[in-house]
């Protein structure tokens, strides 16, 4: 097959989830239903926490950022996901394509390096309670919150140039709802072995980096907490966590299951429903989970709640 420039390839076709008609309509609502609960639930957690003073601490400073991440997340492939399912062409642009993969990844890897903050926030408060203020003060905060977006951007911008660098040929067909790594890779009739390097040691360096210090947080966390002779004591600093591993075991696991295999074993179907998982349904979830399993943001939503009916009977 004769190789053609970049150029010759000025758009690409996303063919989305279905392919059948009669499936159209439920799936556009079903998606349409999921990005809403997820804009709405997360702009929620972000105005309860600016709103609330007693919540501007630095778990919830995080999750402030956490929310925000998810929000952009979603945002970066499900408004074009619903706009194609009615679209006859259901094309992107090359352009429009390198755009979406670059924050795609930028998004992704933000949460990974919030939610491993998180969890030595989570430490400081366990391991350290009495320096928990002295040592996760305001500026550190913002440090690690501006670190966490240097390092996402950097991240997006290596794997996001050499994608640029394949060159394709006369398929423009992506079996996706989005422009995703593994599926432009497989359409690309370049050699994609460096793209493949970087994921499987960047990638998993920046993943399971953030995932291993994640675990020694928690493995410190759990050698305190069992040393503390109180059951009241070990239920309540476990219960303090019990948000933060569910959200991380759901990001991780789908995550890993997606992108760290070879990409001759990757399947298109199955990676769309994983991807599906990764990319609306956790994001979606996260607000409902650090809300209900969080005594004081159900706590500051009572009180928001209160003030919202007194002000409107008022």
Request: with cysteine; charged share 10%; glycine share 4%.
């Amino acid at each position: 097959m004769e190789n053609t420039n970049w150029t010759s390839v000025s758009h690409f076709v996303l063919l989305g989830i279905s392919a059948y008609p009669q499936e159209q309509i439920p799936l556009f609502l079903l998606f349409l239903f999921m990005y809403a609960i997820n804009i709405s639930g997360n702009f929620a957690i972000i105005t309860l926490i600016i709103s609330t003073p007693h919540l501007h601490t630095p778990m919830y400073i995080f999750l402030c950022n956490l929310a925000l991440a998810d929000i952009c997340f979603t945002s970066t492939t499900i408004p074009k996901m619903l706009q194609n399912i009615f679209s006859p062409t259901k094309t992107i642009s090359y352009m429009g394509c390198l755009v979406q993969t670059y924050f795609f990844i930028c998004f992704a890897a933000m949460e990974n390096f919030l939610l491993a903050i998180m969890a030595y926030d989570r430490y400081i408060a366990i391991c350290h309670p009495f320096r928990y203020h002295m040592i996760l003060t305001r500026m550190l905060c913002s440090q690690m919150v501006a670190m966490c977006h240097i390092l996402s951007h950097l991240h997006a911008l290596l794997h996001t140039f050499l994608m640029g660098q394949l060159i394709f040929c006369a398929d423009n067909r992506i079996p996706h709802f989005f422009c995703d790594l593994y599926p432009l890779m497989k359409l690309s009739c370049s050699s994609t072995h460096l793209n493949t390097l970087m994921i499987h040691t960047e990638g998993v360096i920046v993943i399971n980096g953030a995932l291993a210090f994640i675990i020694a947080s928690y493995a410190c966390i759990i050698s305190v907490v069992l040393r503390n002779p109180s059951a009241k004591g070990k239920w309540r600093a476990f219960s303090t966590c019990g948000s933060h591993l569910t959200v991380v075991a759901i990001f991780y696991g789908t995550l890993t299951w997606v992108y760290f295999q070879p990409i001759t074993s990757y399947s298109v179907a199955k990676g769309r429903i994983l991807t599906v998982m990764h990319t609306v349904v956790t994001p979606m979830m996260n607000p409902f989970i650090y809300s209900l399993r969080n005594g004081d943001v159900k706590r500051a939503f009572r009180k928001w709640r209160s003030r919202s009916w007194i002000s409107f009977f008022r």
